[in-house]
């Protein structure tokens, strides 16, 4: 079986040489051989999973050793993997949900006549995220996680002719290359620390570690896990990334990739339970993240950018949930696999939208499209009604388990963390409530565009709808599946660890709780965009309206300090290094030039002055002998 | 060279008297080597100086150095450098005028210092112990065997090796002064036969011959006041640049006569209505 | 006497010699220099060799004249033909290694 795993990651990794060096002969049947290889690797994936179900829960972790990657006496790099249940998690979501969304894109890229290459660099992401989730070391976990940068890079700038794209995937990189600087420095301190990589002997050696070295890590680990999911403050690309094709947001900017991070965090669960300082920065990031992308989300007309918004701040309660300790690992990646259905299907809907919109992406300019694309409605009103939370569906059960973990961290702190995580909850439900009601209720708003075309809004083809239907199911009924019974629980407290704290309030107070400010966010949406006309162009607004359309200022934040504060601090360098270093640089070069101007005139090129000077060193060695026996 | 077999810490008299003689005249013949203006006057200086020394080297026991002094240095060396002086002649070089700017001072300083150093220094050390040659040059039966005891066991590969030196020096020699022919020689028989083939079998009259001038551009005048072309070089003949003098004696034979004329009071008119 | 006199003289007499290298500028007159510091080596050579009672110093003495012919040969024929190209024996005339 260990043999198999290898396999998971070859068949992309295949698809993606192949379609990428295949050239034009491959363009007829690039998107099939794509997402032939990407349902291969599920299917491994899936006979990977049974044989594992069959097992006792202490030995279903699966090792292979594919070969010495760099083995240098002190330093051994193996490119090795390691299949427990959290990887198996990952990679049936990884593989599940990259393969109904290559079936989507057969339907959503037709008219692209560079689909070849789009498939190319989803089987590249596949593979990619695949080296990341069954890295058996932190090394190798960095190559892929620096592939799904390049993926993720390739994929937004995938439509590089328009500007706003190439632009937007160069922020990406720039901003998750801080991210990856942190994940180097990190892997640099283990080494330093531990003496190896591998996730084993780093995670047991946690124990007899310092905790300022092991805080560091985290810390750093933390930097990593900020620039790969979005978080506070390296959150700015995640926005512009909707520039990309639709089933990229779906798969990597709200499904897969962005959830590395989270990934990251509970795989070096060890580490943190070891450094509480940054377990505590951990949980203040996920805090913040949660309320800043809901509020950003609240704001957009964009739907993607709303969808963004939200996923940012869906992200924030894992990664909060994540920072709670074995409180919360369970229940992160819990909500994260829900996530990767609900949020997944609600991207591919809002794809579907627009591929009936003529690529229309402004809400206000929807309204009433229930009548026009029903399966689109449904199943994007169950993802919707997954994720606000709604009694029995899967956000309800993943979400409510953060929230009562948040209570149970326990102290202050639990009061702050669950509080916070309820409003987020609340508003939640707001923003979700308005996408829909912009998008599926009311008037149509739709109007002509310049050239006069009106859009006619119609129902996507089959290879859309049916991932679309697919996702609604895990929609709906994954959470249920998971949380009946703690099956999920039981499926990965051999790897996380679990405890369940010790919760201020009851688990139903909680529940009632969520209940309540779920139906005060519908209620105020409604209330908003439901029961009067929507107005085409959108009103200016309150202060912090305005400020959360531009993103909560996070770009002008980040101009302000970094390009401003780098452009001085390069520009005072320029002037240092023009005065001082060149000063002096110049300075002795001028002085010997100086100086060898007026010691080239000894250089006379007379023999018999030359000779006087060989006399003159005679006559001085002779002194020096003479001196010497004399003293 | 008395007393040599029991030479002590001091040398005879004679030897003695001889030093302060010789060594003067060496040190006189020295500083002209030094001094002289002329190359030549240099060079026997010099070769002076080496005779005073191939003395001292036989007052000092060295019989075979003194004479193969006399017989290679002053003979052969010297020699050799009084005909390069010949070859190359007399220069601007030979002008003792300095023209480097503090090169005499300079010498003179370092020269001094050097002096005063070096005498310094074999004041210093510790020459008592005094050997003499006397059993060194009795042991093989004579200086000479001696040193060939030695040339040829000892120092044979420094022997060998010098003798190398000599030939590449040879070699170098002739490499350095042999110019390259550019074509063959011509022997007797062409120089012969191409002096027949010209126009003019008997040699060139020679210029001026019967001028007043006596200048290789002035063509020598036939028994007739004609100039002749041959008498001036092929050279002058092409660019032109034949001085005809043979109006110029009349013209200046006119002007005598007229300034005699003027002197004398003789009138000139009865001149100009004859002409 | 004491022999060390020869010594004496055979430095004054390299002394001269070195000076007349500095000052002449006729490059024939340079080599004529050159020889007589190199008969005041073999001086002191000779001089150093009754001293220690060995024959050595004759025997480098020797040495020194061979060097010093084959020296002398191959000097002027450097003279000859460097005359023979620049019209000049003035070492500084042959000066253009200079910047």
Redesign the interface.
Known sequence: MENLIALLVAAPLLGAAVLLCGGRRLDRAGHWIGTLLAAASFVVGVVLFLDMLGKGAEDRALHQKLFSWIPVEGFQADVAFQLDQLSMTFVLLITGVGTLIHIYSIGYMEHDERRRRFFGYLNLFLAAMLILVIADNYLLLYVGWEGVGLASYLLIGFWQHKPSAATAAKKAFLVNRVGDMGLSIAIMLMFTTFGTFAFGPVLEATGETGEGKLTAIGLMLLLAACGKSAQVPLQSWLGDAMEGPTPVSALIHAATMVTAGVYLIVRSGAIFNAAPDAQLVVVVVGAVTLLFGAIVGCAKDDIKKALAGSTMSQIGYMILAAGLGPIGYVFAIMHLVTHGFFKAGLFLGAGSVMHGMNDEVDMRKFGGLRKYMPVTFITFGLGYLAIIGFPGLSGFFSKDKIIEAAFAKGGTEGWILGSVALLGAAITAFYMTRVMLLTFFGEKRWQPDAEGHEPHPHESPKSMTIPMIVLAFGSVFAGGFFSIGDRFLNWLEPVTGHSHGHAPVSATTVTAATMVVLVIGVAIAWAMYGRKPVPVVAPRGSLLTRAARRDLLQDDFNHVVLVRGGEHLTRSLVYVDHTLVDGVVNGTAASMGGLSGRL?KL???????Y??SM??G??VL??A??LM??V | MTGLAAAASQTSTGEAVQFWLLGIVAVIGALSTVLMKKAVHSALSLAGTMIVLAVFYLANGAYFLGIVQIVVYTGAIMMLFLFVVMLVGVTAADSLKETLKGQRWLAAGCGLGFGVLLIAGIGNASLNSFNGLGTANTEHGGNVEGLASLIFTKYVFAFEITGALLITATVGAMVLTHRERTERAKNQREMSEERVRGKQLPPLPAPGVYARHNAVDIPGLLPDGTPSELTVMQTLRNRGQIRDVSNESLDQLKALEQRSGERLGRDNEEEEVAK | MNPVNYLYLAALLFTIGAAGVLIRRNAIVVFMCVELMLNACNLAFVTFSRMHGNLDGQIIAFFTMVVAAAEVVVGLAIIVSVFRSRHSASVDDASLMKL
């Not at chain 1, 250089?603 to 002055?609: E, K, L, M, V």
């Open positions: 080239r250089q006379n090129g007379y023999a018999r002055s000779a006087v006399f003159g005679t006559a002779i002194a002998t003479l026996r004399a």
